[in-house]
């Protein structure tokens, strides 16, 4: 519950916070060799089926100001007001599984999954549009996730040249 608090905050937000982001570019990551020291204590980590990689990561960071006072509302423009060159370490622990992913299957459940989306939103709104079911959370999910899947199963479909 609280990933999907956290994704539907982190939509609601961009949506209320309008940045100019043409001057935006991908940080650089270089990888560190050897092992990183860290607070783990006595854990080794590769027991417990994890692997540790760290990395450097730096680039220009955008600092943002707003041309106008902010509102109340919370509905905010920003602009880019000034930058500054950034170098920062970065430790990655994920599990280790030494499972390769066949990427043709996966595009497949991709698809699969995003049409059986679409379905479960349909319902949703058609229970709303009919009276059955009142929950706003029913009405906003068939209307904006259908249309987020409905677009990926196009864009999914184009690439795989199934679009003419």
């Known amino acids: ?19 100019d982001t043409a001057e935006a570019k991908s940080p650089e990551v270089a990888p560190i060799e050897g092992v990183p020291t ?3 204590g006595t854990y ?10 760290e990395y450097f990561v730096s680039g220009v960071a955008n600092s943002y100001s707003a041309p106008q006072p902010l509102a109340s509302d919370g509905r905010w423009t920003a ?11 970065i430790v990655v622990m994920r599990p280790t599984s030494g499972m390769t992913v066949d990427r043709v299957a996966l595009d497949w459940w991709l698809l699969f999954t995003a049409v059986k989306a679409c379905v479960i939103w349909t319902t949703a709104a058609s229970g709303f549009a009919s009276g059955k079911n009142r929950e706003m959370t029913m009405a906003l999910s068939g209307i904006r996730a259908n249309h987020f899947h409905r677009d990926l ?12």
């Open 38 to 40: 860290l607070m783990t």
């Open 153 to 164: 199963i196009l864009k999914i479909m184009r690439a795989k040249g199934a679009m003419g």
């Open 44 to 53: 080794d980590v590769a027991k417990l089926g994890y692997t540790t990689n």
């Open 1 to 19: 519950m609280l990933k999907f608090l956290c994704a539907i905050t982190g939509v609601l937000l961009a949506a209320a916070l309008t940045i």
């Open 79 to 89: 602009r880019v007001s000034g930058t500054a060159p950034y170098r920062t370490r």
